[in-house]
């Protein structure tokens, strides 16, 4: 089955330490994303890669960074420096890239828990 | 003013109603608007895609495209309690906070 697997599901961590969330799509897609959810705010965009060995910032890329060395794979670390990193984080991938109308398919999501 | 806005909700309808949902978008230029389904705690699941103007079905739901007033709905027809969930909006990459629909039996 395609698809795009997210793990873990579930991640606690200590204040001030980095933490990789990992982020794998068998959907032969060119593009991935890393989006961000809190209660009531929606889905907005830490960083997106059209192809691999490239990415660019979304809108809250801060404390946040990236990897695309293979298409399969675009790893999200979550650093010290983002100030509120406890999270629903969402990986998603397209058939192409920024700009045109494919529609998004999304991971299950981990969710981030930094105390 | 943000991206994508939605009506606020919660939206509550009896079973067997029309739920309607709303949304409007600033970026003028945009050409591809979709409308997913998030059950809670879960990930969301694209159920409809937009691109022209007018009306686009698929079973029970409809979205409604008007590119002149920024606007872009989705209504579901003979709602069941398998509707209740919360429904994103979303322009290219951009998404609403969202509106949850309840289902009532």
């Known amino acids: 089955d395609g698809g795009i697997t997210q793990s873990p599901k579930y991640l606690f961590r200590k204040e001030g330490q980095n933490v990789t969330l990992s982020c794998e799509q068998n959907?032969?897609?060119?593009?991935m994303y890393w989006y961000r959810q809190d209660p009531g705010q929606g889905l907005r965009l830490i960083y997106y890669?059209?192809?691999?060995?490239?990415?660019q910032k979304g809108d809250i890329a801060e404390g946040y960074s990236v990897s695309r060395e293979k298409k399969e794979s675009f790893p999200l670390t979550v650093t010290s420096a983002q100030k509120n990193p406890t999270a629903f984080y969402l990986c998603?991938?397209?058939?192409?890239?920024?700009?045109?109308?494919?529609?998004?398919?999304f991971g299950n999501g981990t969710r981030l828990t930094v105390t | 003013q943000k991206e994508v806005e939605q009506n606020s909700g919660p939206l509550s309808v009896p079973e067997g109603a029309i739920a309607s949902l709303n949304c409007t978008y600033s970026?003028?230029?945009?050409?591809?608007f979709f409308w997913y389904r998030q059950y809670s705690g879960k990930s969301p699941e694209l159920i409809m895609s937009?691109?022209?103007?007018g009306d686009k079905e698929d079973g029970r739901f409809t979205a409604q495209l008007n590119k002149a007033s920024q606007y872009v709905s989705l209504l579901i027809r003979d709602s069941q309690p398998s509707d209740s969930a919360t429904y994103l909006c979303?322009?290219?990459?951009?998404f609403g906070a969202g509106t949850t629909v309840t289902v009532r039996a």
């Open positions: 959907l032969n897609h060119d593009a």
């Open positions: 970026d003028r230029v945009s050409q591809s």
């Open positions: 890669s059209q192809i691999v060995n490239d990415f």
């Open positions: 998603a991938s397209s058939i192409v890239g920024v700009g045109d109308n494919s529609p998004l398919h």
């Open positions: 979303a322009v290219k990459l951009s």
């Open positions: 937009i691109y022209s103007n």
